[in-house]
């Protein structure tokens, strides 16, 4: 069979086998077969899609394509945690130190955020001192004496996914759930732990934001993981607003340690609550949800879970007294207060837009080489559904640069509307799988 | 809108305007978009198709990719045909002569054969001294001084077709009639004749097998020729058979030029007879078919016809005498009679697999650049439906070598189906657009 066969065969609706779908990736990867080859099949897949085997078969073809990450040293399970993106979405920060502090082994490759999206990367890195550069070796020892461990991916992690996603986004093949929950699942199997939970955004800050697309994308995904022998579970959760209340990355590791020290509740403590109860199930460390919550309830309320994360900022180089005082943190020149400019109820957010009004003030970056400022960003003061009247305060802007401030302030104030009469609030747990 | 916004907007069944298409194909051809972004745009069009505006708007920017040849000096109306090719299709030949005879004006740049078709440049070839190599000042002079010239094309003809067809050929994103209709038809437009006569091919020996395909790509031709104000007609015709007995290139030549001289009918002659009465009544030179029909018996019985095919040849330098007496024409060193295995009826006939046997003999090419030998090929003398008793002659091979001519007989044999019982024969002359 050629390469022409192979793309006519997706096109006529066929099936394709692991073997073919190998030699397509590792032909691609090695440079056999040409970009024009490989844009014609990925809009096949596009418009007939590809079952369940054959997005497992991509998915591991793709993780073969570069380093696999062996854990193998570490005992017991490890669990990975992965958000397909969003504004203020700090769970990592939360569940992982909830896991550890129960036993559990959190051995975390992140990523760094993009356009409207924060990354957990960026978010450490405002600890002084801090750093998600480690080596094998390094990393290991500190899952070991830590019990987590949140790094950088190593550079060949998943080499087919950075050359497929280059090519799908130039070739209008980007959202299709194969090609999506392929790349996302390629690099969590290879990043090498046991088990694996996926917690899939739907609404106005996700890049799925329908909820049947979330749900089949977080079905496709648990899937992926099953076939490939890894205990997986999904939840899809609102994005319609910003998750926690900080949009920025020194002002979300301060609410991410403010919900640990228990001062804090809210949807960002619901959600990372649910996450670290399923990566507690995965796990092996608790049969049903409802003991995994008390678990994770009393790993917070006991403060084991900030010691934890405490313990990992140490070992990662960083100031561990971020967590007794968070004012050691980056903290910003100035700060405004943003007022409603009329009375009613907060019926909607545009909240990618709010994502791109804090990466206005410079918490995040238009394009991969950006460079981000840690101390700046938006603290949220109301949430969907709230009353608020003229005058009071929507936000609080922590501005460094005042560039491109007045774009911040308007793209934030259109962002967040305020109607007459009370609204409806999305449900936060949206879906299960 | 970016190269990716509009091979979106055709993924999600837009339609793309004039302006659009030409950005994509001129781009394409200066090198602004790449390979990839064509190939994932024409597996779109393979998927949703185009419309008869978008169809005639990318074969206008095909044409207008390279050279557009000015047939304006010439006074009249110059008519073009076209054949998407099959085997023993000599029709050029009988009809081009036939309509010059009738006041008509040929001006018609003609290819050459491949895999089992033959082409017509080759055909010519085999008369001694004649050339197809003319500039447009030879070409013009030839058409004004015999009212009829074939030669070849300009090779700054249709840049874009040669790139989009090499690209479709690996991408599999050949059978698409908008795709396929546009390649012709941007080479028949810049070619430069004012009216358009189409043979489109269907059964055993045509690239468009089914009828209903044939009927299609001939009605979106001919749309595409009205689009750009040629008088354009088209017919689809029976090829589940040879259209000749001959195939080969002397061989058809002097089946071309018995059938001018009136000694020989039978199926070459009907097809012809109609292109030619089509070529008159898009020329003006008819009215309705019946009076076409009846000028073009005149000029073959008259022996007006053969006088015109003698004057190209002469004014092509070739040697004219091979009008009077074919056996001037290059002859192989051996002739080999084919007998029946069996008694019964001529059924069915393979016949790219009779094209692939004069091919083995030497009568065609592979790849474009095999050189052929013009005195080979087959003398078919049984048809469709015809009673065969065994040891009965099905037809001669003229031979000059014999390393392949095993297998061109087994081949042969078996593209010639003899069952028990009468067979049904398809309508000559299949549909009219």
Same mark, same amino acid.
Not at 83 to 111: I, R
Not at 114 to 138: Q, R, Y
Not at 150 to 170: C, E, F, H, S, W
Not at 227 to 253: F, I, R
């Given at each position: ?6 793309? *006519?065969?997706?096109?006529?609706? +066929? ?39 054959? !997005? /497992? ?22 669990? @990975? ?6 504004? /203020? ?17 959190? /051995? ?8 409207? !999206?924060?990354? !957990?990367? @960026? ?13 094998? %070796? ?15 991916? !190593?550079?060949?992690?998943?080499? /087919?996914? =950075? ?24 690099? =969590? ?44 579970? #999904?939840?899809?959760? @609102? ?10 990355? #020194? ?13 804090? =509740? ?17 796990? +092996?460390? %608790? ?15 006991? +403060?084991? %879970? ?9 070992? *990662?180089? +960083? ?43 410079? %918490? ?16 949220? *003061? ?52």
């Amino acid at each position: 069979m050629t390469v022409t066969d192979l793309i *006519q065969k997706k096109r006529d609706r +066929g099936t394709l086998s692991r073997q073919e779908i190998d030699y397509l990736v590792s032909g691609y990867v090695g440079g056999s077969i040409p970009d024009y080859q490989m844009s014609a099949f990925l809009m096949a897949v596009w418009f007939n899609g590809m079952d369940h085997d054959e !997005t /497992a078969g991509l998915t591991t073809a793709m993780m073969n394509s570069g380093d696999v990450v062996d854990l193998s040293a570490l005992p017991g399970i490890k669990v @990975d945690k992965h958000s397909t993106g969003g504004v /203020a979405d700090t769970t990592t920060l939360v569940a992982a130190p909830v896991v550890a502090a129960c036993g559990g082994t959190v /051995a975390k490759m992140s990523g760094r955020g993009l356009g409207h !999206t924060g990354g !957990t990367l @960026d978010k450490l890195e405002s600890i002084p001192g801090l750093s998600v550069s480690w080596d094998m %070796a390094g990393f290991t020892r500190i899952v070991r004496d830590c019990g987590l461990s949140v790094i950088g991916q !190593t550079a060949n992690l998943v080499p /087919a996914d =950075k050359m497929l996603y280059a090519l799908r986004d130039v070739t209008a093949t980007v959202d299709n759930i194969s090609l999506i929950a392929s790349s996302i699942m390629s690099k =969590k199997l290879a990043s090498g732990s046991d088990a694996i939970v996926l917690d899939v955004k739907t609404g106005s800050g996700a890049f799925m934001k329908g909820f049947d697309q979330a749900m089949a994308l977080a079905s496709e995904m648990v899937s992926i993981g099953r076939h490939a022998g890894k205990n997986t579970m #999904a939840l899809v959760t @609102d994005m319609s607003q910003p998750l926690g209340n900080a949009v920025g990355n #020194a002002l979300e590791v301060q609410e991410a340690i403010e919900i640990l020290s228990g001062f804090h =509740k809210g949807d960002l403590l619901t959600v990372s609550r649910a996450l670290a109860a399923r990566m507690l199930m995965v796990s +092996g460390l %608790a049969e049903e949800e409802d003991g995994a919550e008390q678990k994770v309830d009393e790993a917070i309320s006991s +403060g084991r %879970a900030l010691e934890k994360l405490k313990a990992m900022i140490e070992a *990662q180089g +960083g100031d561990p007294r971020v967590c007794d005082d968070v004012t050691l943190l980056p903290r910003a020149k100035k700060r405004l207060k943003i007022e409603a400019p009329a009375d009613g109820y907060v019926h909607a957010m545009d909240t990618a837009e709010i994502g791109m009004a804090a990466l206005l003030l410079g %918490a995040g970056r238009r394009t991969k080489t950006d460079t981000i400022d840690p101390a700046v960003g938006i603290w949220m *003061q109301k949430r969907l559904g709230d009353r608020v009247e003229t005058g009071e305060i929507l936000g609080e802007f922590h501005v460094n640069n005042e560039a491109a401030l007045e774009e911040s302030v308007e793209r934030f104030l259109k962002a967040v509307h305020i109607q007459k009469g009370p609204a409806t609030v999305p449900a936060l747990i949206r879906g299960r799988v």
